[in-house]
């Protein structure tokens, strides 16, 4: 099976992790194309043993001499305070070598591109990227590839392809995030170890019963199986997909090996043309390597399934086999990685300075010269050398890339020749520096730059926003919540409120409200844009509606709707929600492009959001009630659970503390939100900020209580709550 995309394409590159040195030798030996890792600072599994910076030189320069390519993982979130950190790692020299840096920090990629032009960005897929124009925002700002949300399609990938001719780099094995990537807090919230900032402690392998079961039956309904799509591979090239990626870095060397040899015999299958058919042995050994229960296309060919969950248990299982059947302790050094056939041509010829030359052509057809000249040859006066002991030290090549046997050196030598084994050596030594040398490859650009970065300064094209400090706005989920509002304000006790934001699901459909009973309100209405835009979404009563006036901007969760809304209305008041993170001042300084004003990250401690205040002109707001969404799921709840009703709606679930957590299901866009046990609460009191009150699933009457406290000044409400991160900065 080979399309005619996949037969024309360019070389697919095969992707393989390491969170050590022995799983960077893995992945080489097993035919990876090019290697992701981390430093020991600044990527997304601080967990895993990760590399020194001469390790990572090391390793760059072992990959080059292949012909393959290492990336960066520098896609953690970066506080304000760290950028000095981040300045002296980027001076360290690490990112210079590699030929390619994943990012997520929107700030983090504006630093790399202003200090370090020549190192392409890829976009980690944490930023969630679901279609074309989030993918074209990035590409205008200087990014070459994209790493999209694993929940997408084989159509919406090729959309981005088709749209933007970007690398698109995909994941095809491993386990599997139940949260869309990078929207996700429950670590954070639960123990504040962020899984943004890369030491996810898992709660979603944890146990949870639905509250409506009446068997009160636990399970693991957040537990996803583990990844593999051998048997769609060709579907994913055909995609437009570049780069086939494995996930595991904090998995050990034999798991990489024996992936990586899998997918590596199938890719080139698949190049050569021939029919593509899958050798059930090579399921089963997929199958036990590390996995959750049953393996599972994934989102690929579907948007979600109860067969993508493990629900009955959570842990790495199989009856198939497991990693221990393969031998461990082979990757310990280079000697598992075939060495590069070299052939040598050696003169030994007295009164004459000693030459040696080597040549040899790397798997990727480049082919490279060293030379390098000793002293001069001398008479014996007593001990010859002869040919045999040249041959025996020219193959002593030790821990290198090259290798080399008796047919490929060529001696030429007289009699009674005397030359130190010493100079030999440094003969053999000086030799291989220059052949190293020559196989060397720089990073290839090829243009990936070519797009100038967003300069700022737009402001006069959209309208600005006000600084509305010591005011609040409100956000609402229910219609009763809106009109609670209504009465509020003709009671005249919303003097403090400046925007009232709309969930978009309550904007359009069958039980939209009509805000034109709300029309004696003076205080704006906005649009709360979605909390994921996938294709197919339809947004256009949203739109009508703004350019009607009746809703006067948006709160926008995703950078494809910041895309598309800031083209279709360039002077439409947009503000960026606390999931396009804004934990620096450069990361605010890009949306402020795009943007009127931001969201402070709900992870931001009172002192940190105080410290970027300082640092940026941006119109913020800030968080000050309201459950905190953990979680946004492409997989539904109740669909696994129990059957999905196609009614937006509530469910609960219940973990093993008894701790209760309300869950979204938002039908419209089929999607769920999981929010806190208990809502966020700040006391009232002068904020930089405008203040926000977000309102889930809070009755009438807690409704009213808790926007009359903050308005009015009233008794402070007696719930439940928590003070989230103000006291408490993430790790």
Not at 188 to 206: H, T, W
Not at 631 to 637: E, K
């Amino acid at each position: 099976m080979a399309s005619e995309f996949i037969k024309y394409n360019k070389k697919t590159e095969l992707l393989a992790p390491a969170g050590s040195k022995e799983s960077f030798y893995a992945a080489m030996s097993a035919g990876a194309d090019a290697v992701y890792m981390a430093a020991r600072k600044f990527g997304a599994r601080a967990y895993a043993g990760n590399f020194s910076d001469e390790e990572i030189f090391e390793c760059a320069d072992i990959a080059h001499i292949y012909g393959k390519k290492i990336y960066l993982t520098v896609n953690t979130l970066v506080k304000e305070k760290e950028l000095d950190d981040l300045h002296a790692f980027a001076e360290s020299g690490v990112c210079d070598v590699c030929d390619g840096l994943i990012i997520q920090d929107l700030g983090v990629a504006s630093f790399f591109r202003e200090n370090k032009p020549g190192i392409p960005i890829h976009a980690s897929t944490q930023m969630s990227v679901t279609g074309p124009y989030s993918a074209s925002l990035l590409k205008e700002n200087g990014f070459s590839r994209v790493v999209p949300a694993r929940e997408i399609s084989f159509e919406e990938i090729r959309d981005i392809y088709d749209k933007t001719g970007m690398e698109i780099e995909c994941f095809i094995h491993g386990a599997m995030c139940y949260s869309y990537s990078g929207q996700c807090l429950f670590s954070s919230i639960l123990g504040g170890r962020s899984g943004n900032r890369g030491r996810c402690a898992q709660p979603c392998r944890l146990p949870y019963r639905l509250a409506s079961d009446r068997s009160g039956a636990e399970k693991y309904p957040l537990s996803l199986k583990d990844m593999c799509t051998l048997e769609i591979l060709p579907e994913i090239i055909n995609s437009g997909v570049c780069s086939l990626k494995v996930e595991g870095r904090m998995k050990p060397a034999e798991y990489v090996y024996g992936v990586i040899s899998v997918y590596r015999k199938y890719l080139d299958l698949i190049e050569s043309g021939k029919e593509y058919r899958i050798d059930k042995k090579d399921l089963d050994t997929l199958a036990g390597l590390y996995v959750r229960g049953n393996l599972s296309h994934g989102y690929f060919d579907r948007h979600n399934s109860k067969d993508m969950v493990t629900v009955s248990s959570h842990g790495y299982m199989s009856d198939r086999g497991d990693v221990s059947t393969l031998e461990s302790g082979r990757f310990k050094s280079l000697d598992c990685i075939p060495g590069i056939k070299t052939n040598f041509s050696a003169f030994f010829k007295i009164g004459q300075p000693a030459t040696l030359n080597a040549f040899c052509e790397t798997a990727d057809g480049r082919t490279a010269y060293g030379y390098a000249e000793g002293e001069v040859v001398q008479q014996a006066q007593r001990t010859a050398i002869g040919r045999e002991d040249i041959i025996k030290s020219l193959k002593k090549l030790g821990n290198t890339v090259f290798s080399t046997d008796d047919d490929l050196i060529t001696v030429d030598i007289e009699d009674d020749v005397f030359y130190s084994l010493k100079g030999i050596n440094e003969l053999r030594r000086a030799c291989l520096s220059d052949l190293v040398s020559n196989l060397r490859t720089e990073p290839d650009n090829n243009g990936c730059f070519s797009c100038k970065t967003a300069e700022k300064g737009l402001d006069s094209a959209f309208e600005s926003i006000d600084d509305k400090s010591g005011m609040y706005s409100i956000l609402v989920n229910a219609p009763s919540q809106v009109y609670v509002i209504h009465k509020l304000y003709d009671d005249g006790e919303l003097a403090k409120t400046c925007r009232i934001y709309i969930e978009e699901a309550l904007l359009h459909g069958e039980n939209a409200i009509d805000l034109s009973d709300f029309s004696s309100i003076s205080i704006p209405f906005f649009a709360a844009m979605a909390n994921i835009r996938r294709r197919g979404d339809n947004i256009s009563e949203v739109c009508g509606l703004f350019e009607k006036g009746v809703i006067k901007g948006f709160l926008v969760r995703t950078l494809e709707d910041l895309a598309f809304l800031r083209s279709k209305y360039p002077e439409a008041p947009i503000i960026t929600d606390h999931n396009l993170y804004t934990y620096n001042s450069n990361a605010a300084n890009f949306l402020d492009v795009y943007s009127a004003g931001h969201t402070y990250p709900l992870e931001l401690s009172s002192a940190e959001c105080v410290d970027l205040c300082k640092k940026t002109d941006t119109v913020s707001e800030k968080v000050v009630y309201g459950r905190a969404p953990l979680m946004i799921t492409a997989n539904c709840i109740r669909k696994t659970l129990k059957s999905c009703s196609h009614k937006p709606g509530f469910e609960t679930i219940i973990d093993r503390k008894g701790i209760a957590f309300p869950v979204k299901c938002d039908c419209l866009h089929c999607f769920n939100v999981i929010y806190n046990s208990v809502p966020l609460f700040i006391p009232a009191g002068k904020e930089d900020a405008t203040c926000r009150i977000e309102l889930t699933d809070e009755n009438e009457a807690m409704t009213h209580d808790i926007i009359r406290y903050y308005n009015l000044g009233n008794a402070e409400p007696d719930i439940p709550h928590t003070t989230g991160w103000q006291n408490r900065p993430v790790m």
